[in-house]
């Protein structure tokens, strides 16, 4: 008890103690070593966070720096590409032009001997090789193949000063191929007019490039840039072409070597791959169709969005995760074929001397740790000898004047003792001007205090059961304004139920008779909760059955009841309410909607769902108002259902609202059933839905059967 007492008396304690803590602050003085630990924790965390600090830098900066190089050398890249798909696509064009002059000018052809594929030249770079489609041999007018064995001149100089040409030919209409350098590895079966780059150029009539293909001389996977010419007759069709091997794009137009790791692709405008390192035909043959890889399929959205970018024709850098790692994808238009040159280069490439200087330093502070670690060691051990000679003097002293300095504190268990047996009029004695007096004093105040406010408590308890058996009387009294029972009606199967939120609410429904076959159905919600809710129910109920009894009109005893209601109402409340004459002879009602949630009727056949709407406003709003009446005509097997909000807007634990549209499919469930078993039922299912959440607003439902 003493160690528990001694350090809340400050002043006494300081002073008796003087001593003790002199010594104290000596031998401390001599186990600075905590402080140093202090320093030596702070220096290595710091050391720590510098380490990762740096290497996070580093890699942001390297990161930042890859970007810029990336984009230049993508702008670059696209530059050389363009320049270089541009000078095939204008030797093509070249060509195109000579085939042309020399088909508007048929004077100018000359005949000329043709190689064929088992008719070998000396040279075979210095002739074509003419190979005829199957079936056309006899069908090709000599005029046209002579014109053709004009294209020779043409060839040869393009071709030799074109490195990355693969080859150049003609295909024509007729089923003519001419292909030069001379060649033998013609397929039999080959025909120039079914190949893609013939189909696309005659298609667009314009310069053109193919998508990636199998090459039928065998050199892998090719692409070829052809244009299309006619005669003036437009009865010769000739289509031009230049082949170039993905190979020789990989390594003479996108060839650019990045890292170790970081290669270049191409992709068209339809965001297929045209050529990336390793695409290959595989085993496929000439006469198989090659479908490349298409970036716009894949399931990695952040590569889709950056090639929907790239076919754009924008430039820009993007970080995207694929191959199980990060990359950059950095990229560029190649203008002259409506391509992009992406760049692709993984990030741990580009930030890993980051990481290896954020390694070395944090292996140099575990180092460092290591050496003090053994250092304090060597302190902690001098220390806890110290420390326990120490210890045992300072218990000697604390127990001789524990003793002295805490009899004020065992007259104050005392006082708590009493206090806790129920005496509040047992007083503390202690007459030292301390910390121990004032809390005596203190003490004494809070017995006198805690007397009178358990005094209080009792009244405030007393009061408050009184009010509650006052509610209670009054929620007797308000339950009793709703009908007992619903009247018996012939060929109607009629109930009503309320269930309010509070003690009291502010829901009413009643049954008023207005003729002797005809009933007001009535359902009301006044604005709020509580007391004064239930008291303008109680108002508005009572103004409401006055108007409406033996007036058969709905629209002139409600517009009725609404003056009364503004006029003794002061407290700006308002009520909405929907009401219905039944007319049990005509099997119809006749209904005006102020401002209420619309009930519906649910028909016997299939689900047919209708809405009782009505133009309307509450009650108690304004004086004047204008009421729509309308009448239904009500069917055998006919289900009406009235509701209040307390139905629709009950809560579950997520916020959901039950909502109209489960209550309207599960009273079409339940339509065959007898009106109280609905009603149960909707109960049951809205207590369910909420979850065990307090009833937020008063559920009021009543249910109208035609039984025919």
């Known amino acids: 008890m003493g160690s528990e007492f001694l350090f809340s008396v400050r002043t ?57 190089q990336l984009l230049r050398l993508a702008k670059d890249q696209a530059y050389i590409s363009n320049i270089i798909f541009e000078r095939v ?17 048929p004077q100018s052809t000359r005949e000329k001997r043709f190689y064929l594929q088992n008719e070998k030249p000396e040279d075979p770079y210095s002739t074509s090789v003419l190979y005829l489609a199957p079936g056309v041999k006899d069908n090709i007018p000599i005029e046209e193949r002579n014109s053709a064995g004009m294209m020779d001149k043409i060839f040869i100089p393009i071709y030799n000063t074109d490195p990355d040409l693969e080859g150049v030919y003609i295909g024509t209409a007729s089923g003519m191929t001419l292909v030069y350098p001379w060649t033998d590895g013609l397929n039999s079966t080959f025909d120039p007019r079914l190949r893609d780059w013939y189909i696309k150029a ?36 000739w289509v031009i072409g230049a082949d170039v091997t993905i190979e020789t794009i990989n390594q003479n137009i996108i060839g650019t070597q990045i890292g170790d790791r970081g290669y270049a692709m191409l992709i068209d405008e339809n965001g297929d791959v045209i050529t990336r390192p390793g695409l290959s035909a595989g085993d496929k043959r000439w006469d198989e169709s090659f479908v490349t890889e298409n970036l716009l399929l894949s399931d990695n959205k952040e590569l889709v969005s950056t090639a929907e970018d790239m076919i754009k024709g924008n430039i820009g850098v993007t970080r995207v995760t694929f191959d199980d790692g990060d990359r950059f994808i950095a990229y560029a238009p190649v203008v002259s074929v409506n391509w992009s040159v992406g760049l692709v280069l993984p990030v741990d490439e580009v930030i890993a001397p980051a990481h290896a200087t954020k390694n070395k330093i944090l292996q140099a ?28 003097i300072v218990c000697l002293l604390t127990f001789f004047f524990s003793r002295l300095l805490t009899r004020p504190l065992l007259e104050l268990q005392k006082g708590s003792q009493a206090i806790g047996q129920g005496d509040l009029d047992y007083k503390v004695v202690v007459s030292s001007r301390d910390e121990f007096g004032a809390l005596a004093r203190s003490f004494n105040a809070m017995a006198a205090d805690l007397k009178e406010y358990i005094s209080t408590l009792r009244r405030t308890t007393a009061e408050r059961e009184r009010m509650l058996r006052e509610l209670e009387i009054a929620k007797g009294i308000q339950q009793s304004f709703l009908p007992d029972c619903a009247p018996e009606l012939t060929g109607f199967d009629l109930e009503g139920y309320n269930l309010p939120a509070a003690e009291v609410g502010g829901d009413f429904y009643d049954f008023i008779p207005v003729g002797d076959e005809n009933w007001g159905l009535v359902i009301a919600d006044v604005a709020g909760k509580g007391v004064p809710a239930a008291l303008f129910m109680a108002l508005s109920r009572t103004l409401i059955r006055a108007s409406a009894s033996g007036i058969q009109d709905p629209s002139e005893s409600i517009i009725d009841a609404n003056r009364h209601i503004c006029l003794d109402s002061k407290a700006s409340m308002f009520v909405t309410l929907f ?39 509450a009650l108690g709003v304004i004086d004047d108002i204008d009421l729509e009446s309308v009448e239904v ?50 109960v049951e299912d809205v207590t369910a839905f909420a979850l065990g959440r307090p009833q937020f607003d008063d559920i009021t439902i009543m249910v109208l059967k035609d039984l025919g």
């Open 633 to 682: 005509q009500l069917k055998p097997g006919d289900v009406v259902v009235l509701y209040t909000d307390g139905v629709t807007e009950a809560t579950n634990d997520i916020n959901e609202e039950y909502g109209v549209e489960r209550l309207t499919n599960l009273a079409t469930r339940l339509k065959e059933k007898p009106a109280k078993e609905i009603i149960e039922a909707i």
């Open 12 to 68: 006494k304690i300081l002073l008796v103690f003087l001593a003790l803590s002199l010594t104290a602050l000596l031998i401390t003085g001599y186990l600075a070593f905590s402080q140093m630990g202090e320093v030596s924790r702070f220096a290595l965390e710091s050391n720590k966070n510098l380490g990762f600090k740096a290497g996070d830098d580093s890699a942001t900066a390297l990161e930042n720096d890859a970007r810029t």
């Open 365 to 392: 502070s575990e180092d460092t740790a290591f050496h003090i670690s053994q250092q304090q060691e060597t302190m902690k051990t001098f220390f806890i000898v110290t420390f326990l000679g120490v210890l045992g």
């Open 202 to 237: 005659e298609k667009t009539g314009n310069l053109t490039w193919s998508e990636p293909y199998i090459d039928l001389l065998g050199n892998g996977l090719m692409v070829t840039c052809s244009k299309p010419i006619y005669n003036s007759e437009n009865s010769w069709v």
């Open 579 to 617: 009401y219905a004459i039944l007319d049990t002879r005509k099997h119809s009602l006749t209904f005006i909607n102020a401002g209420h949630n619309p009930p519906f009727i649910l028909g016997k056949e299939g689900s047919s769902i209708t809405l009782l709407k009505a133009e309307g406003i």
């Open 89 to 105: 696509g204008s030797e093509t064009e070249v060509m195109a032009l000579y085939a042309l002059d020399i088909i508007s000018d």
